[in-house]
């Protein structure tokens, strides 16, 4: 190991977290707890969300939600509990998700005549209700999401990235043609992109799922796709084209401009609460968090450096430091706790990944100046306060910016082309991603998995930002013909 790598490590050790050279798995359980964001729960296979990592997600939803409001969407509320029967009417749909449904079959100490599962998805019931409001094209489009927890049982769970219970948004909508319900599956997976890039500082891929990666039931699934540090993939939303199939399973038609009656072509789109996962391991670092500065739930955190006769006056500095900031209309905190030593304040929110640290102390008060340091920097500036002040917002887009380069960096670096299976078979033991040519026979990606325990994540759009060259070639599984007439990207996954 380097000197620099072993300063490194007992840097880390002192923050409590395992370095993620170490155990990227343990790094990542560790800072889920240390840094207050979910702990463990008494229900198996369930977290319990702390206040920070509550705060987060508030944000993610605020910014959703904002985003489809403004392109006509209208939320509502279904129950929890959906009609086992409602589950076995699309065959795909019940078969997909059999193993992993929670069944309730009493209320008190009465069986159910029928059990009623707990949603792991809301088409079904959805597709129901819509079949009573539906009836004429005048009616079109019904453009429907709702906020909740859906529930699918997790042999192996993991903090925000597989739990038994999960939170997210499901979009629901229904098109009076093909054309434009494909258009509300791509404006969907668009938005998406969007908030990754734009907000989260996550550069995704946005592709089409192959046939064995798609959503049950679905005619189409879209995907975006986030590396993260150890080189795994996590499908970070999806986007699905449903046909007509869950409109004929529920009988949801309506009477077409020339008096036909038609099957209403239905979409389904969401992201969950595992995008705080890819939040962690893509940004995240041996000491912690790092937070994207436009989706944090602070931003900056104001830390008064005093001594027990004067801190109380620091304090108050403090704060008017940070109603300065909070006018910019930035979100900050400022750190009163008194008996603990400041060292432990700086690590305890480097831990946290606060974007930007101020410290302030009486010279600096006499000077007019604060000290400043950016999360993902070594080094502190003593700048004049006005400066400081004046300057956040541009500081935070500056870490936004540093994030997303890092990461994408990172991920153009980490992913290869290949054009034999031994190639393969070796870029995935060495934790990339693949671009390959790839035959589409659902077969092969089940032994390819089997030999490599990679899957196909997607096939990037012809517009997406990375991978999208159209090429030819053969399969490098089978050798047979490729189809989709580009490379797929493969990878192991979360």
Avoid at 75 to 88: A, C
Avoid at 317 to 323: H, I, T, V, Y
Avoid at 367 to 395: F, H
Avoid at 409 to 419: G, H, I, R
Wanted: hydrophobic residues 35%.
């Amino acid at each position: 190991m380097t000197k620099d790598g072993g300063k490194q490590d007992r840097k880390a050790q002192q923050y409590g977290v395992t370095p993620q050279s170490v155990d990227f798995n343990d790094w990542y359980n560790e800072v889920v707890k240390k840094a207050d964001l979910a702990d463990n729960s008494p229900v198996a296979g369930a977290m319990v969300v702390r206040p920070y990592g509550s705060a987060l997600w508030e944000n993610i939803q605020r910014w959703l939600d904002d985003r489809f409001k403004a392109t006509g969407h209208e939320s509502l509320i279904f129950p929890t509990l959906i009609p086992m029967g409602f589950i076995t009417k699309e065959a795909d749909h019940v078969e997909g998700f059999a193993p992993e449904l929670f069944t309730v079959n009493k209320i008190g100490t009465e069986e159910l005549a029928e059990p009623y599962v707990m949603r792991p998805t809301s088409e079904t019931i959805i597709g129901h209700m819509w079949s009573g409001w539906l009836n004429s094209y005048r009616d079109l489009p019904f453009l429907h999401y709702q906020w909740g927890s859906v529930f699918r049982a997790e042999l192996r769970t993991k903090a925000f990235l597989r739990t038994s219970e999960f939170f997210w948004h499901e979009g629901h909508t229904a098109h009076a043609d093909e054309s434009e319900a494909r258009g509300e599956v791509r404006q969907m997976l668009d938005i998406y992109h969007e908030f990754c890039r734009d907000v989260l500082a996550l550069p995704v891929v946005r592709g089409e799922k192959t046939a064995s990666e798609r959503f049950a039931g679905a005619v189409a699934t879209y995907s975006i796709e986030g590396m993260m540090r150890d080189g795994k993939a996590l499908q970070s939303g999806t986007s699905h084209y449903l046909g007509q199939n869950f409109s004929k399973a529920f009988d949801v038609k309506f009477q077409t401009r020339e008096q036909r009656e038609e099957f209403a072509h239905t979409t389904s789109w969401a992201i969950s609460s595992r995008i705080i996962g890819a939040i962690i391991m893509t940004h995240g670092d041996d000491f912690g968090l790092i937070m994207p500065p436009r989706i944090a739930p602070i931003q900056v955190v104001v830390i008064p450096v005093g001594r027990k006769d004067n801190f109380d006056q620091m304090v108050e500095e403090g704060e008017k430091l940070a109603a300065e900031l909070r006018a910019q209309g930035l979100k900050v905190k400022v750190d009163k706790r008194d008996g603990v030593t400041n060292g432990f304040k700086y690590n305890d929110w480097e831990l946290k990944g606060v974007p930007v640290r101020i410290e302030l102390g009486p010279r600096d008060l006499e000077s007019g100046v604060v000290v400043v340091k950016n999360r993902n920097g070594d080094e502190k500036e003593t700048l004049p306060r006005a400066e400081a002040v004046g300057g956040m917002t541009a500081r935070l887009d500056g870490i936004h910016d540093w994030l997303l380069e890092r990461a994408t960096s990172f991920m153009l670096e980490n992913t290869v082309t290949v054009d034999t299976y031994g190639e393969f078979k070796a870029a995935i033991e060495a934790g990339k991603w693949v671009r390959a040519f790839h035959c589409g026979d659902p077969e092969s990606e089940r032994q390819i998995k089997e030999d490599t325990k990679a899957t196909a994540r997607n096939v990037p759009l012809d517009d997406a930002e990375f991978f999208n060259e159209a090429e030819q070639g053969v399969c490098v599984h089978t050798g047979r013909p490729a189809a989709y007439g580009k490379r797929v990207i493969f990878g192991r996954q979360y």
